[in-house]
C-alpha cells in the first residue's frame, strides 16, 4: 500500500482516547474533528520525562528519514510499555507542493491523519502568516499617515506559505522588498520559542521592524498591536494532539525551517509533552550540523532542556552520496563510496558529542539496501565504538524500532553542554560554528555583515545565541562539496537580528528566505480522485 492508503486504512482512536492514554481529560481538549485536537489546558508538572532528540547525517535531496525514526521509536517505546509522547513539527505547504512532498513518516511509521496535516491542518501557518502580514501592513499604514516613528529603513518582511520565487523582489510602490517563506519568518521562531501567551506578547513587541533617521531601532511595540498579534495567534498557541498508525500520541506544532530558522517544534509542545510522558521523542531539520546544532545551541538553552539521548539516523544511500555517488546511481552498488561517505557519518557524531550527550546510530533501512552494505555499516560503527542498530519502522512499525528503543532507555546519564557562551562576541560564536561544527578553515565577513553587527552590539542586543542559515547538502555554504570538504571558507554575507525570537541570524552563501518551486513540483501530480486526496505522499 502506499503511504496515503495505510494512513486511510489504519485503526484510528478517538482522539479523547489518545489523550487519556497521557491523562487528558475531555474538557483538556478543544477537537477538530474525532482524529485531531488542540490542548486547550494546558497544566505543567513538576516531574519531567526525558528528552530524546532524532537528528541526521548531511542529507540527500531525497531525504534520509528522520521523521520515520522519530515516529518509529514512539511506537517501540510503547510498545515495549513506555509512557510515550512523539513532538514533531508542522509541515509545511512549501515543500509538500514543492520537491519534498508530504512530512508526516512514511510506510507504517506514520502520523496521522495524514492529508490534514499536511495540508490546513488546524490553521496554526495561517494564523502565523496574518500575524506576520499584519505586522507588514501596519507599519506601511504608519508610513503612509505620517510615519512619526521616523521610519527609514524597514527591515520586517511579508510572508506565505508557498514556494514562490517572484516574491524574491516586489515592487510595494514606495520600495522595493522581499517576501519569505512562513517556516523562515521571525513570527515562526519566536512563536516556537514562547512559553506562555505572556512570553508570545513579549516577543512580538520586541521584533524589530526598522531604524529611524538616527539609526535607532523600531520595534512593533511602538506600533502598538501587539494585542491585535496575540488575538490572532492565542488558539494556533495551542498544540495539537494527532496518533500514529499504532495509536502514540504525537503532538504536532510549530514549524520553522532548519536550514533558515531554528528547525524545531515549539517549546511549548516539547514542555506539554515532557509533563504527561516518561519519554519524549522529537526532531530537529535536516542534518546535525543544522537542526541538531541549533536544537542544543538555541532551543535547548532558552527552555532549560537537557536531552537523554540523541539518535543520529544515517542512510546507506546518504552515505553514498557523500562517497561521492551522483543521485541517479545511488542505488547501484559501491561498496568504495559508502566506506569513503563514513566520514560523514563520523563528522556529524564528533560534532555531537561536543555536547556531552549520549548518541546511538541508527541506521534507516531502506528495501534496496543490501545485507552486505548493512554489515559494513555495522563494521564500522563497532570499530568506531558507537552504539549502533537498524530501524526498520518504514515497513515493521514499532516491532521495527525495539532495539532502538531498548539502546535509548539503557543509556547513562547525559552531561549535556553547550557550545558557546552568549556573552562572546558575535562574531566569535559564528566563528565558533562554522570552524568546530562544519569544519571551515576561514569565514570571512562581508561590509554589511559586519556593519550589522556593530549595530547589534551598540544597541547591547548582542548576548543572543547565533542561528546560521546555510545550505543542508554540505558542512560548507556550497551545496555542491559533499561528504566533509576540508580547508574550505564560509562568507557571512547578511546577518539579522530576530530579537523577537531572541536569536541573531547569519546568512552563509547563498542561502535564500524564499524557495523556489522545481522544474516537475509535487503539485503538478497532487489531485481529488472520487472525493479523495491522490498523491500527497
Not at 494564523?127 to 510615519?147: C, E, K, P, Q, V
Not at 512563536?191 to 533617521?213: E, H, P, W, Y
Amino acid at each position: 500500500m502506499t503511504d496515503i492508503e495505510i494512513s486511510r486504512n489504519s485503526k484510528k482512536l478517538h482522539i479523547y482516547d489518545i489523550g487519556k492514554k497521557i491523562g487528558l481529560k475531555k474538557n483538556d481538549l478543544e477537537l477538530y474533528g474525532n482524529y485531531k485536537a488542540k490542548i486547550k489546558n494546558i497544566n505543567p508538572r513538576k516531574k519531567q520525562g526525558k528528552l530524546i532528540l532524532v537528528t541526521a547525517i548531511s542529507p540527500t535531496p531525497m531525504g534520509e528519514g528522520k521523521t520515520t525514526v522519530s515516529i518509529g521509536l514512539g511506537d517501540a517505546l510503547q510498545k515495549i510499555g513506555e509512557k510515550v509522547v512523539i513532538a514533531l513539527r508542522e509541515p509545511s505547504m512549501g515543500p509538500v507542493f514543492g520537491m519534498k512532498g508530504g512530512a508526516t513518516g512514511g510506510g507504517y511509521s506514520q502520523v496521522v491523519p495524514m492529508e490534514d496535516i499536511n495540508l490546513h491542518f488546524t490553521g496554526d501557518f495561517h494564523a502565523i502568516t496574518s500575524a506576520n502580514n499584519l505586522i507588514s501592513a501596519a507599519i506601511d499604514n504608519h508610513i503612509y499617515f505620517g510615519n512619526s516613528l521616523d521610519i527609514q529603513k524597514v527591515f520586517f518582511k511579508r510572508c506565505l506559505d508557498v514556494n514562490d520565487r517572484a516574491l524574491r523582489d516586489v515592487d510595494l510602490g514606495t520600495r522595493r522588498d522581499s517576501f519569505t517563506i512562513t517556516s523562515a519568518s521571525e513570527i515562526m521562531a519566536l512563536f516556537c520559542l514562547a512559553t506562555s501567551l505572556d512570553d508570545l506578547r513579549k516577543r512580538l513587541g520586541n521584533i524589530i521592524v526598522g531604524v529611524n533617521s538616527k539609526g535607532e531601532y523600531i520595534y512593533v511595540r511602538d506600533l502598538n498591536i501587539e494585542g491585535s498579534l496575540v488575538a490572532l495567534l492565542k488558539d494556533a498557541f495551542q498544540p495539537n494532539l494527532v496518533q500514529t498508525v499504532e495509536n502514540t500520541p504525537t503532538l504536532i506544532h510549530g514549524g520553522p525551517f532548519a536550514n533558515i530558522a531554528h528547525g524545531c517544534n515549539s517549546l511549548m509542545a516539547t514542555k506539554t509533552a515532557l509533563s504527561y510522558a516518561n519519554y519524549v521523542v522529537t526532531e530537529a531539520g535536516f542534518g546535525a550540523d543544522l537542526g541538531a546544532e541549533k536544537f542544543l545551541n538555541i532551543k535547548c538553552r532558552i527552555g532549560n532542556l537537557k536531552p537523554h539521548a540523541v539518535v543520529l539516523v544515517a542512510t546507506i544511500k546518504g552515505m553514498k552520496y557523500h562517497g561521492g555517488v551522483p543521485k541517479d546511481k545511488i542505488f547501484d552498488k559501491n561498496d568504495e563510496a559508502l566506506k569513503k561517505g563514513f566520514e560523514n557519518l563520523d563528522k556529524h557524531y564528533e560534532n555531537l558529542k561536543k555536547f556531552g550527550v549520549n548518541v546511538v546510530v541508527c541506521l534507516n533501512k531502506f528495501n534496496t539496501d543490501t545485507d552486505s552494505e548493512i554489515e559494513l555499516v555495522k563494521k564500522h560503527c563497532e570499530e568506531m565504538g558507537y552504539i549502533f542498530t537498524v530501524s526498520s519502522a518504514y515497513s515493521d512499525g514499532g516491532s521495527g524500532a525495539v532495539d532502538l528503543a531498548h539502546k535509548v532507555i539503557d543509556l547513562p546519564k547525559a552531561k549535556f553542554k553547550v557550545l558557546y557562551k552568549l556573552e562572546e562576541p558575535v562574531e566569535k560564536k559564528i566563528k565558533k560554528i562554522c570552524k568546530e561544527i562544519y569544519g571551515a578553515g576561514k569565514v570571512t565577513f562581508s561590509p554589511l555583515a559586519k556593519e550589522k553587527i556593530h549595530i547589534i552590539e551598540e544597541n547591547g542586543l548582542a548576548n543572543l545565541p547565533v542561528c546560521i542559515a546555510k545550505t543542508q547538502y554540505s558542512f560548507s555554504d556550497d551545496k555542491d562539496k559533499v561528504g566533509v570538504p576540508k580547508d574550505f571558507e564560509v562568507t557571512v554575507r547578511d546577518v539579522n537580528l530576530y530579537n523577537g525570537a531572541g536569536f541573531i541570524t547569519a546568512l552563509l552563501g547563498d542561502i535564500m528566505t524564499m524557495p523556489g518551486l522545481s522544474r516537475k513540483p509535487n503539485c503538478e501530480l497532487i489531485d481529488v480522485v472520487d472525493g479523495e486526496i491522490v498523491n500527497l505522499s
